[in-house]
Nanobody, 129 residues
Framework: QVQLVESGGGLVQAGGSLRLSCAAS????????MGWFRQAPGKEREFVAD????????HYADSVKDRFTISRDNAKNTVYLQMNSLKPEDTAVYYC??????????????????????WGQGTQVTVSS
């Protein structure tokens, strides 16, 4: 069982930066693929990024590529999402997610919310124009 707690959300102006953190419980954090999803009001939940258990590989949604960076510190059981050049359309609740097993190479799998067994409660990010 893994419990995830996000922090770092808030209000920022367009063009600004935020760093989200997700602290995970459990001794098997380093065996889990970690990721982030987001959900804007009135929209479906969407994939943002994921990172392999060792941190050597990652995927990003096209909408955040070159602006967001996912990273992890297995010694601290924490995954991060550094968000730069924020836009109003990045406004959403951001969820930390985790799963055991394979780091999927196919976007068919890693972009699907039901590929992840564990979810945090979410943290609000609001970007003003």
């Amino acid at each position: 069982q893994v419990q995830l707690v996000e922090s770092g959300g808030g209000l920022v102006q367009a063009g600004g930066s935020l760093r989200l953190s997700c602290a995970a419980s459990g001794r098997t954090f380093s065996s889990h693929v970690m990721g982030w999803f987001r959900q804007a009001p009135g929209k479906e939940r969407e994939f943002v990024a994921d990172i392999s258990s060792g941190g050597g590989s990652s995927h990003y949604a096209d909408s955040v590529k070159d602006r967001f960076t996912i990273s992890r510190d297995n010694a601290k059981n924490t995954v991060y999402l550094q968000m730069n050049s924020l836009k109003p359309e990045d406004t959403a609740v951001y969820y930390c997610v985790a799963r055991e097993g394979t780091f999927y190479r196919s976007s068919y799998f890693y972009t699907k919310s039901n590929s992840y067994a564990y979810w945090g409660q979410g943290t609000q990010v609001t970007v003003s124009s």
